[in-house]
C-alpha cells in the first residue's frame, strides 16, 4: 500500500519537509514544511533563495545535476514549494540515495563515480554545496541504464552554519571543503555496500 498524505502520494518524508507527488502535474513534485525554522522563515524559502542564487550562477548544461525549483504554491492543505521531480528515463520515480543503498539497488562503483561526476560539476561551477548527504541526493537511471546523481536540496548555497563562513568566500577553501564532503560521501556508500 502506497504510503500517502491528505490524499497526496508521499514521495520522501525528510526531517523538515514531507514531499509528494504533484497530482496536477506529473513532472512535479510538492515540498511541505515539517515546522520550518522561524529564524531562516522556512526551509522552503530557504530552498527558494538558495535556487534563484544557483540560477545566476550555474551554466545551462549542468542543470540535470540538480532538480529546479519552480516556486510557491498555494494548495487546500498549505503552502508548499513546487519543484522538478526527478525520474528515470523510463518514468518511474527516483528515491533518495539512502534508500537505494539500504535496498542495495545498485554497486559502489556506478554510485561513486556518479558522485565523482557530481563533484566536478560543483567544483567547475565554484558552488559552496558542502551538505551532500543521502537524503538531498537521489540516483537517476538514463535510458542506457547510466546512473547520475541529482541534487534536490540546495539550502547549503545560501545557509551560513560557521560565524564567519570563509569556506563560502575563498576559493580554494571552497575547492577543499568541497572534495573532503564528496570524499566523505564515497566512503559512506562503499561502507553501506560493504559485502555480508
Known amino acids: 500500500m502506497s504510503d500517502t498524505w ?24 510538492l515540498k511541505f ?21 544557483l540560477a545566476t550562477r550555474l551554466a545551462d548544461h549542468d542543470w540535470p545535476w540538480f532538480a529546479r525549483c519552480r516556486g510557491p504554491l498555494r494548495t487546500p492543505h498549505g ?16 528515491v533518495d540515495l539512502q534508500t537505494c543503498l539500504a535496498a542495495r539497488r545498485y554497486d559502489a562503483d556506478t554510485l561513486c563515480a556518479a558522485a565523482e561526476r557530481l563533484q566536478a560539476v560543483v567544483l567547475r561551477n565554484r558552488l ?8 538531498n541526493l537521489v540516483p537517476r537511471e538514463d535510458a542506457s541504464g547510466g546512473v547520475e546523481l541529482v541534487c534536490v536540496d540546495v539550502k547549503s548555497l545560501v545557509q551560513r552554519k560557521e560565524a564567519l563562513p570563509l569556506s563560502h568566500w575563498i576559493a580554494p577553501l571552497r ?4 572534495r573532503r564532503r564528496f570524499a566523505r560521501l564515497r566512503r559512506r556508500i562503499r561502507e553501506a555496500l560493504q559485502p555480508g
Open 6 to 29: 491528505n490524499g497526496y502520494r508521499v514521495l520522501a518524508r525528510g526531517l523538515n519537509r514531507l514531499v509528494v507527488a504533484d497530482p496536477d502535474d506529473p513532472e512535479a513534485c
Open 128 to 135: 559552496p554545496l558542502f551538505d551532500v548527504n543521502l537524503m
Open 175 to 178: 575547492a577543499r571543503k568541497v
Open 33 to 53: 514544511e515539517n515546522g520550518g525554522d522561524p529564524r531562516s522563515g522556512g526551509h522552503n524559502a530557504v530552498e527558494l533563495a538558495a535556487h534563484a542564487w
Open 79 to 94: 503552502k508548499a514549494l513546487q519543484c522538478a521531480r526527478v525520474r528515470h528515463a523510463d518514468g518511474r520515480d527516483a
